[in-house]
Protein backbone atom coordinates (compact mmCIF):
# COMPACT_ATOMS: atom_id res chain seq x y z
CA UNK A 1 0.00 0.00 0.00
CA UNK A 2 1.55 3.57 -0.82
CA UNK A 3 2.02 6.31 1.41
CA UNK A 4 -0.65 8.60 -0.20
CA UNK A 5 -2.93 5.32 0.48
CA UNK A 6 -1.77 5.26 3.93
CA UNK A 7 -2.08 9.04 5.24
CA UNK A 8 -5.71 10.39 5.67
CA UNK A 9 -6.78 12.96 3.49
CA UNK A 10 -6.92 15.58 6.22
CA UNK A 11 -3.03 14.35 7.58
CA UNK A 12 -1.61 17.94 8.24
CA UNK A 13 -4.88 19.95 8.17
CA UNK A 14 -4.55 20.53 12.07
CA UNK A 15 -1.39 21.81 12.19
CA UNK A 16 -2.42 24.22 9.68
CA UNK A 17 -5.32 25.50 10.89
CA UNK A 18 -3.50 25.74 14.33
CA UNK A 19 -0.57 27.80 12.77
CA UNK A 20 -3.04 29.84 10.61
CA UNK A 21 -4.73 30.79 13.65
CA UNK A 22 -1.81 32.00 15.22
CA UNK A 23 -0.56 33.88 12.66
CA UNK A 24 -3.51 35.97 11.71
CA UNK A 25 -5.60 35.28 14.49
CA UNK A 26 -9.37 34.31 14.88
CA UNK A 27 -10.31 37.12 12.58
CA UNK A 28 -8.94 35.02 9.71
CA UNK A 29 -10.88 31.97 10.46
CA UNK A 30 -14.70 30.87 9.89
CA UNK A 31 -16.60 29.67 12.44
CA UNK A 32 -16.59 26.24 11.94
CA UNK A 33 -12.80 26.27 12.06
CA UNK A 34 -12.91 28.06 15.54
CA UNK A 35 -14.64 25.19 15.87
CA UNK A 36 -12.62 22.79 14.68
CA UNK A 37 -9.78 24.07 16.97
CA UNK A 38 -11.56 23.27 20.49
CA UNK A 39 -12.93 19.85 18.65
CA UNK A 40 -9.09 18.98 18.14
CA UNK A 41 -8.92 18.38 21.97
CA UNK A 42 -11.70 16.01 22.33
CA UNK A 43 -11.45 14.16 19.45
CA UNK A 44 -7.48 13.50 18.65
CA UNK A 45 -7.53 11.67 15.37
CA UNK A 46 -10.76 12.18 13.17
CA UNK A 47 -11.62 14.69 10.78
CA UNK A 48 -13.30 16.68 12.69
CA UNK A 49 -14.64 19.51 9.65
CA UNK A 50 -17.70 17.81 8.92
CA UNK A 51 -19.08 17.53 12.29
CA UNK A 52 -17.92 21.51 13.34
CA UNK A 53 -20.08 22.24 10.31
CA UNK A 54 -22.73 19.97 11.28
CA UNK A 55 -23.26 21.55 14.54
CA UNK A 56 -23.14 25.21 13.44
CA UNK A 57 -26.12 24.32 11.17
CA UNK A 58 -27.73 22.63 14.01
CA UNK A 59 -27.30 25.69 16.66
CA UNK A 60 -27.07 28.58 14.05
CA UNK A 61 -23.23 30.11 15.32
CA UNK A 62 -20.01 29.26 16.98
CA UNK A 63 -21.51 31.09 20.36
CA UNK A 64 -24.66 28.72 20.28
CA UNK A 65 -22.79 25.80 20.19
CA UNK A 66 -20.37 26.85 22.90
CA UNK A 67 -23.36 27.88 25.22
CA UNK A 68 -25.85 24.67 24.77
CA UNK A 69 -26.84 22.47 27.60
CA UNK A 70 -25.03 19.28 27.66
CA UNK A 71 -28.18 17.53 26.27
CA UNK A 72 -28.79 19.56 23.56
CA UNK A 73 -25.02 18.33 22.57
CA UNK A 74 -25.69 15.08 23.52
CA UNK A 75 -28.67 15.19 20.85
CA UNK A 76 -26.29 15.66 17.79
CA UNK A 77 -23.47 14.08 18.95
CA UNK A 78 -22.83 11.19 21.56
CA UNK A 79 -19.32 12.68 23.05
CA UNK A 80 -18.85 13.33 26.50
CA UNK A 81 -15.39 14.60 25.82
CA UNK A 82 -16.95 16.69 23.35
CA UNK A 83 -19.79 18.23 25.70
CA UNK A 84 -17.23 18.56 28.34
CA UNK A 85 -14.88 20.79 25.93
CA UNK A 86 -17.91 23.06 24.79
CA UNK A 87 -18.68 23.67 28.70
CA UNK A 88 -14.69 24.22 29.53
CA UNK A 89 -14.15 26.81 26.60
CA UNK A 90 -17.84 28.74 28.17
CA UNK A 91 -16.91 28.76 31.57
CA UNK A 92 -12.86 30.13 31.03
CA UNK A 93 -14.65 32.81 28.42
CA UNK A 94 -17.47 33.79 31.41
CA UNK A 95 -14.37 33.95 33.63
CA UNK A 96 -12.26 36.11 31.30
CA UNK A 97 -15.11 38.43 30.62
CA UNK A 98 -16.21 38.25 34.41
CA UNK A 99 -12.51 39.49 35.27
CA UNK A 100 -12.94 42.87 33.01
CA UNK A 101 -16.50 43.88 34.91
CA UNK A 102 -15.05 43.28 38.69
CA UNK A 103 -13.43 45.90 41.09
CA UNK A 104 -13.64 48.09 37.96
CA UNK A 105 -15.28 51.76 37.81
CA UNK A 106 -18.55 51.09 35.90
CA UNK A 107 -18.36 54.05 32.91
CA UNK A 108 -15.49 53.13 31.59
CA UNK A 109 -16.37 49.29 31.56
CA UNK A 110 -19.47 49.54 30.47
CA UNK A 111 -19.38 48.00 27.42
CA UNK A 112 -17.47 45.04 29.21
CA UNK A 113 -20.21 44.62 31.45
CA UNK A 114 -22.57 44.55 28.48
CA UNK A 115 -20.27 41.99 26.82
CA UNK A 116 -20.03 39.92 30.12
CA UNK A 117 -23.99 39.79 30.60
CA UNK A 118 -24.80 39.17 27.15
CA UNK A 119 -22.03 36.12 27.26
CA UNK A 120 -23.31 35.06 30.72
CA UNK A 121 -26.86 35.44 29.63
CA UNK A 122 -28.33 36.03 26.08
CA UNK A 123 -28.62 31.41 25.55
CA UNK A 124 -29.94 30.47 28.61
CA UNK A 125 -32.60 28.82 28.31
CA UNK A 126 -34.69 30.53 31.36
CA UNK A 127 -35.12 33.57 32.58
CA UNK A 128 -32.28 34.72 34.83
CA UNK A 129 -31.90 37.56 37.03
CA UNK A 130 -28.74 39.27 38.02
CA UNK A 131 -27.71 42.10 39.78
CA UNK A 132 -23.95 44.03 39.48
CA UNK A 133 -23.97 45.55 43.22
CA UNK A 134 -21.32 49.36 43.21
CA UNK A 135 -19.63 51.33 45.87
CA UNK A 136 -19.50 54.77 46.57
CA UNK A 137 -17.17 55.14 43.52
CA UNK A 138 -18.94 53.44 41.24
CA UNK A 139 -16.66 50.55 41.30
CA UNK A 140 -18.07 47.57 40.94
CA UNK A 141 -17.88 45.22 43.87
CA UNK A 142 -19.98 42.07 43.14
CA UNK A 143 -21.96 40.31 40.51
CA UNK A 144 -24.95 37.93 41.64
CA UNK A 145 -27.49 35.70 40.04
CA UNK A 146 -30.58 36.42 42.07
CA UNK A 147 -33.08 34.44 40.68
CA UNK A 148 -33.62 31.88 37.93
CA UNK A 149 -37.00 31.17 36.69
CA UNK A 150 -38.97 29.87 33.67
CA UNK A 151 -38.89 30.86 30.14
CA UNK A 152 -40.85 34.02 30.57
CA UNK A 153 -40.93 34.62 34.34
CA UNK A 154 -38.64 34.82 37.07
CA UNK A 155 -39.72 35.96 40.51
CA UNK A 156 -37.78 39.10 41.74
CA UNK A 157 -38.37 40.72 45.51
CA UNK A 158 -37.52 43.78 46.04
CA UNK A 159 -36.86 43.84 49.91
CA UNK A 160 -34.67 40.92 48.84
CA UNK A 161 -32.72 43.11 45.97
CA UNK A 162 -31.80 45.93 49.02
CA UNK A 163 -31.18 43.46 51.58
CA UNK A 164 -28.22 41.69 49.33
CA UNK A 165 -27.23 45.21 48.77
CA UNK A 166 -26.88 46.43 52.15
CA UNK A 167 -24.86 43.20 53.00
CA UNK A 168 -22.36 44.02 50.68
CA UNK A 169 -22.54 47.99 51.59
CA UNK A 170 -23.51 48.68 47.83
CA UNK A 171 -24.10 52.53 47.01
CA UNK A 172 -25.56 51.35 43.60
CA UNK A 173 -26.51 48.58 41.68
CA UNK A 174 -27.68 47.63 38.24
CA UNK A 175 -30.39 45.27 37.46
CA UNK A 176 -30.27 42.61 34.56
CA UNK A 177 -32.32 40.09 32.99
CA UNK A 178 -32.41 38.12 30.05
CA UNK A 179 -35.44 37.33 27.72
CA UNK A 180 -35.02 33.69 25.81
CA UNK A 181 -37.02 34.57 23.21
CA UNK A 182 -34.44 37.33 22.11
CA UNK A 183 -36.48 40.15 22.35
CA UNK A 184 -34.95 42.34 24.91
CA UNK A 185 -37.72 45.21 24.84
CA UNK A 186 -38.94 45.28 28.30
CA UNK A 187 -42.61 43.87 29.08
CA UNK A 188 -45.31 45.57 31.79
CA UNK A 189 -44.17 43.63 34.78
CA UNK A 190 -40.70 44.46 34.32
CA UNK A 191 -41.46 48.13 34.29
CA UNK A 192 -43.44 47.98 37.44
CA UNK A 193 -40.51 45.41 39.29
CA UNK A 194 -38.00 47.88 38.44
CA UNK A 195 -40.43 50.70 39.77
CA UNK A 196 -40.75 49.01 43.09
CA UNK A 197 -36.99 48.35 42.94
CA UNK A 198 -36.18 51.98 43.01
CA UNK A 199 -38.71 53.17 45.20
CA UNK A 200 -37.71 50.40 47.51
CA UNK A 201 -33.94 51.71 47.45
CA UNK A 202 -34.97 55.37 48.21
CA UNK A 203 -34.70 55.36 51.69
CA UNK A 204 -31.50 53.40 51.87
CA UNK A 205 -30.14 55.80 49.27
CA UNK A 206 -29.54 52.71 47.53
CA UNK A 207 -29.44 53.89 43.71
CA UNK A 208 -30.80 52.16 41.04
CA UNK A 209 -28.82 53.27 37.55
CA UNK A 210 -29.92 51.02 35.05
CA UNK A 211 -31.95 48.26 34.17
CA UNK A 212 -30.44 46.12 31.49
CA UNK A 213 -32.65 43.20 29.41
CA UNK A 214 -30.18 40.86 27.58
CA UNK A 215 -31.80 39.42 24.09
CA UNK A 216 -30.04 37.80 21.64
CA UNK A 217 -27.60 39.88 19.83
CA UNK A 218 -28.81 42.61 21.55
CA UNK A 219 -29.83 44.63 24.86
CA UNK A 220 -32.02 47.20 25.81
CA UNK A 221 -31.63 49.99 28.52
CA UNK A 222 -33.96 51.09 30.92
CA UNK A 223 -32.11 54.33 31.13
CA UNK A 224 -32.02 54.68 27.24
CA UNK A 225 -35.89 54.31 27.23
CA UNK A 226 -36.27 57.04 29.93
CA UNK A 227 -37.65 54.20 32.13
CA UNK A 228 -35.21 54.99 35.19
Sequence with gaps: MSGSEETPHYAGHRDRLRNR?????????????????????AIPRRDVKPLAKQLIRH????ADVISAEPDR?????????????????QAAALHLSRSTVLKKELL??????????QAAMAYEKNEQFRIVFLDH???VIADERQQQ?????????PREVMKRAMNLSASAIVLVHNHPGGDPLPSRADIEMTKQI???????NITVHDHIVIGRGSTVSFKQLGLI
Aim: charged fraction near 25%; aromatic fraction near 12%.
Design 21 to 41: FMEAGAEALADYELLELILFR
Design 137 to 139: KNF
Design 149 to 157: GTVNHTPVY
Design 198 to 204: VEAGKPL
Design 73 to 89: LREVIDSESVVREMKIV
Design 108 to 117: PSWNALLEYC
Design 59 to 62: FGSL
